[in-house]
């Protein structure tokens, strides 16, 4: 039947009431899947495979956006006053504040927005589909009808599928039809007139395969599938709003209420008590309040959080809840899974044991190069027909397949099978060689009852063999003869082996046993009886699944930074005890399991989670339990996860880390943070990172709070003591733009600390500025006050007039403001080290922005008239760096007294408590 051309005919077709063979013919597609061709034709007529994006503000209602702040309305109700009192430059001074700070918000949305596409896009989920008769992983927006997808527990169904095969297939539809069971499928159609929640040979778009497997043909993407009706595509991330931005919002409005409250009291003391001239006031108390509120706080300290998660984004940390990133900072226990996080993922076989010696092999991941050793000695398998035969079975009897991306190898299917293959070819045998040699005419697949697989398969010359690999165990149950190494054959020693297979269980391998048996050529049909007996076998083989070397290097920088690490497994105690050990994890030589996490009460619990590091063969259910005995502790937690039933754990877990590559879609949604690579070393790279954001979340408040304070203090001081003003209205407008859009935002470029993860987590619970920071603020504001006074008066003393005096106090301050600057910098280390002086690009680009605009401020003849400046003499505007630099050196010289005070008192109360 005529394929149909469009995707509205296709949608209207009731799928659910024809058979499987009706579908397929109807979408012209076979259980093989479709060709590159089909898929790149239809591809065009459909379209990609997901809801059209909702629409966006434009760009002018965007920017009118930005007005709407309690800090600009004063500001725009000030320059409607201004204007009315006829002070032309003042009124435009403020609307260019006020349009300046507009555009670079519109800028800073931007920016979010494209960091934002950019981590969607890392997010964006795939779907395992049969395309040219081979299985492959695609996005899911490149889905088209008639792809034949995959499905299995933990994936989100990526389009209106008719199901065709199912094997205990059950979906969790309640985000489509509000049903909270699971729903179990199956593939014989329905009535038409059936409602959706009823049409049980259908997975719909969006919904959570949760248990079994199963096939299905996608008959509907995008707009057209019923999900596409009702919600948006999977994977939207989170907006940049976030509790911390909320929280220093609600902090600026207080301030702002302040701050206002303070001004009108200024300005009613000013006019009915000192009687000075209305407007003239007025502009200096309009001056007083943009100079105290800083009203770019919020929007610094968001683009801070969206330059981390940039951050992180490069190390392979993909944040979906930008709080996560801040939270990162109070991190002090990872619990975390061990395959594919703590190890490659990528089993490898690490020694063969035959009966005549034990080899060893080297090669990394699923690469066929490697080398086959005896007593450090290199071995050239192809002289020993024993090992010929045992690369066969490794090759033949196995359903995976090797590919070669870019230099890089992979496995499509188990990766025990896939290091077997990896094994052969080291043993001097490929696959495509030994399919050439010996045909597959029949198969028994692994079945955990049985816990074997066997293939039956016949060569060119008459001849047929049986291949098997299985549990040890079991395979040894079967034979009574083994293989040597020229071909012939010797007694089974039952004990012998054991041993030899409790050997390599003990050191964590996983051990798989390989045989053969001839059988005659006229048998094509293999039966179980056909393996219970006359099996010879050729040798054991282990594997393991290798640390990851980055992993070794970051646990042991976890320990460092004072994070604890637990490792929880599914895997066997002694395969994760001795991963543990690999790894540097092994406190105790303890090892806790699932069974024994079952009888222990909360008490009990709560001790073994603090003395343990590894918990093995544990289930999603105990995963949520150690998070909580961990967080009964006090301690903040984060949790990786990759499985549906993970979500719980994730949740509770202070931040949630789900693995982009081999996790759930609901794992994925249910974390913070979504790791592209499932490294463990980027876990540790984004507590760094996070560890960072917080330092540079608290210079930006550091930095922002004691210059807005000094600002408004030189004003109010001239106010109250009835001095003239060493620096004007107009003026200190023009400090508070140049230097807060420049050396404030600088502060959100730096870079992390040497010191960052040597440092122990901050308590969540400490705010982002402690007692110290008020002091500090204190501590700024009358030093400011003493610079910017102390040179307006030496410059009046010198018989300068009032015009430049005030040019020099204003340049004063913004220097000030420069070397307070370089002091925030250095949170955990001397201002006056190399590194610190050295500075960042942002900071020099930042203060280099600065000093242009303030001697094109005093050179400029119009610049000169707008803001009463005038050329400084060279000589006295020496003075002016030298007070940056008294600054810098009282701050400094009062955080080193402080330490030392700190560091004295301490050892005073440790040599008493000694005695």
Known sequence: MQFYARNTVMESRQWHALTRDAVLSELDSVMTGLSSVQVAARLRDYGANRLPEPPKRSLLRRFLLQFHNVLIHVLLGSALVTALLGHVVDTAVILGVVFINAAIGLVQEYRAERALAAISDLLAPYANVLRDGGRCSVRVEDLVPGDIVLLSAGDRVPADLRVLRSHGLGIQEAMLTGESLTVEKHTDPVFPAVAVAERSCMAFGGTLVVSGQGVGVVV????????????????????????????????????TVVILSLALVVLALGHFIWHYPFSDLFIAVVGLSVAAIPEGLPAVMTITLALGARAMARRNAVVRHLPAIETLSSVSVICTDKTGTLTRNEMVASELVTVDECLVISGEGYAPDGEIRSAELRLDPQTRPGLQELAQVAALCNDAALQNSEGSWRVEGDPMEGALLALAARLGVTRAKAQQQWIRTDVLPFEAEHRYMATLHHDHEGHARLFIKGAPERVLAMCRRVRTADGGEAYLDDNWWQARIEALAARGQRVLALASRMVPASQTVLARADVEGGIVLLGLVALMDPPRPEAVAAIAECQRAGIGVRMITGDHATTAAAIGRMLGLARTQRVITGAELDTMNDGELGRAVMETDIFARTSPEHKLRLVTALQAHGLTVAMTGDGVNDAPALKRADVGIAMGRKGSEAAREAADIVLADDNFASIVAAVREGRTVNDNITRVIGWTLPTSAGEAATIMAALLLGMVLPVTPVQILWVNLITAVTLGVALAFEPGERSAMQRPPRSPHAPLLGWFWLWHIVLVTLLFLAGVFGVYAWAIGQGHDIALARTMAMNTLIM?????????????????????????RAVWSAIAIVVMAQCAMIWVPPLQAIFDTRAIPFFEGLLIPVVGVLLLLAVETERQLRRRMKKHWHGSIGHHASK
């Open 220 to 255: 509907a993407t995008g707009t057209d599938t019923e999900m596409g009706r009702i919600s948006h595509l999977l994977g939207n991330v989170t907006t940049l709003t976030t509790p911390l931005v909320r929280q220093m919002n609600v902090f600026a409005r207080r301030l």
């Open 816 to 840: 000030m403001e420069i070397a307070h600057l370089f002091f925030i910098r250095s949170i955990h280390a001397p201002a006056f080290s190399i590194a610190t002086l050295r500075g960042t």
